[in-house]
């Protein structure tokens, strides 16, 4: 590597500060993050069980099984970018080169031949699911890692990765609320416009384009940060499996990221089981209509918005591990009190005006509390990445990031096989008509859901508490790794012959 570029990497000063534009760019690319999660993790549920007729168990069991798939591609992407040399980087020949196949994975999910039996159908959903999962990968892993790489200043990580958070939810609500608004019409035929099939079509296409440009905007518009951004490391790379696994396992060690992941797991179920199941209690527990839940969807737009600007100045005033954790927990409190007060028969009734605008401010409430959640933690594991840094003397931000990534598949793996257990458990019927779902079937559901994810987040948040990097910790590290390169530029430059050019 050039010795200025390495005196660049040392030397924050000498890096230009990141544009506005930069920063819009990045954050414009996890709309194809927010897209791909609604679609999975809300409707492609409710799609197969409920719309097509195939078991909850089987369309549940068959996404959870591509977190096997997820297991193998994340770590593998995340390597082969932290160890590709490129002029375009390390990251962005892997995000330009993703769009396409993203977007085409996507679409392909949702339309399976006709005549298929359930266990075809498993497969179906099984295999190409798969396949938009790993080129969604080839997206995120890299475009993750790239935001540790963007800056290394300590607050500004978290108002970077509070943006990008908050185009995904613009994209996820924003989505959503445009899908049921006009492609899930009430008709005659479906006065719940969310079971129509038609509407999938366009959805399905919709969402796939969004994706394509979503993630070209990304790696176009943060090109300009490559020649600031560190490539790979100069050691040998040793090829194979064990080189691999012993990279991996050296991840493992790293007690910080062993509890940012723990947290991860837990919270990403909780949120998959959440998205899969929200529009079965919007449908059949509030009987609300299709517009009256696109109206719903404003909820987390307007909680995200709270968040961008809060997450900063919570990080600030609690420091970043414990504002995760307590905006985490007290956050999924408020958020499932509705359905608890419906269970004890202390809510408003379907129909009531009081309902929705009493939903929507929960709603926003607890996805605020919620997105700051997350927005802290991913600011959390990119400070993990210059921690291992100082113990390995590599930068694995991909490795780190990889991680994260499958622990966020479990939105739509995980979470959505306990949406399935959920279901089955509480026997709640498929294909079911809206007209003749009980009391009794909907107080089911309600018993068998809150425990469960009250639970996930409970154990999430124990797991979080161990982080141990603060802020004065990261500084100390920082100026750690900037004593070595410096003393390590300072070396080549002494044993270069004279006249020699200092690479």
């Known amino acids: 590597m050039n010795a200025e570029v390495k005196v660049a990497q040392a030397d924050d000063t000498s890096v230009p500060p990141l544009r506005r534009a930069t920063r819009v760019a990045y954050g414009f690319g996890s709309i194809a993050d927010g897209i791909k999660s609604a679609a999975f993790s809300t409707y492609l549920l409710l799609y197969f069980n409920q719309v097509l007729g195939v078991p909850a168990a089987i369309v549940s069991t068959a996404i959870a099984l591509t977190l096997a798939v997820d297991a193998i591609a994340d770590p593998l992407i995340g390597r082969i970018s932290d160890r590709t040399r490129s002029r375009w980087g390390r990251r962005h020949p892997y995000i330009m080169g993703a769009a396409i196949p993203a977007g085409l994975f996507f679409a392909l999910v949702w339309f399976p031949p006709d005549g298929l039996s359930d266990f075809a159908m ?33 607050a500004e990580r978290t108002r970077l990765y509070g943006l990008r958070y908050w185009f995904a939810y613009a994209g996820t609500f924003a989505f959503g609320a445009f899908a049921l608004t006009f492609f899930f019409v009430a008709t005659p035929d479906y006065p719940k416009g969310q079971l129509n099939p038609a509407g999938y079509v366009p959805f399905a296409l919709t969402g796939a384009a969004l994706i394509v440009i979503s993630i070209l905007v990304c790696g176009w518009g943060t090109r300009s940060r490559i020649p600031y951004i560190r490539q790979a490391d100069d050691r040998p790379v040793v090829p194979g499996l064990m080189t691999h696994l012993r990279e991996m396992v050296s991840a493992f060690r790293n007690r910080a990221f062993l509890t940012i992941f723990g947290f991860a797991i837990f919270k990403w179920t909780a949120i998959g089981l959440y998205g899969a199941t929200s529009l079965y209690f919007g449908t059949y527990v509030y009987k609300l209509s299709s517009g009256e839940l696109a109206l ?32 985490a927990f007290f956050g999924v409190l408020l958020g499932t009190s509705p359905l608890m007060l419906v269970w004890l028969d202390l809510f408003f009734e379907p129909g009531h005006p009081l309902l929705l605008p009493t939903l929507l401010i929960i709603g926003a409430l607890y996805g605020a509390m919620v997105a700051i959640s997350l927005m802290t933690a991913s600011s959390m594991l990119a400070d993990v990445v210059e921690d291992d840094a100082v113990r390995s003397g590599g930068h694995n931000a991909g490795i780190y990031f990889s ?46 859901y809150v425990p469960i994810v009250v639970g996930l987040w409970a154990v999430g948040c124990a797991i979080i508490a161990l982080y141990p990097i603060t802020e004065a910790k990261h500084l100390a590290n920082l100026e750690r790794l900037r004593a070595r390169e410096a003393e390590a530029n300072s070396r080549m430059i002494q044993d270069a012959p004279i006249g020699a050019p200092t690479r």
């Open 122 to 154: 498993g497969a179906w959903i099984f295999g190409m699911a798969s396949l938009a999962r790993a080129a969604m990968s080839a997206y995120q892993v890299p475009a993750n890692a790239l935001g540790s790489e963007l800056t290394q200043d300590y």
């Open 296 to 327: 719903l969807t404003l909820d987390g737009f307007v909680a995200v918005t709270l968040a961008l600007p809060l997450a900063p100045k919570f990080t600030k005033w609690w420091g970043k591990r414990n504002a995760a954790l307590y905006l």
């Open 403 to 448: 991680a994260a990534s499958f622990s966020s598949q479990c939105a739509t793996g995980l979470g959505i096989l306990a949406a399935g257990i959920v279901l089955e458990t509480s026997r709640f019927p498929a294909g079911v008509d809206p007209a003749q779902v009980t009391e009794a079937m909907t107080d089911s559901l309600i018993i068998h």
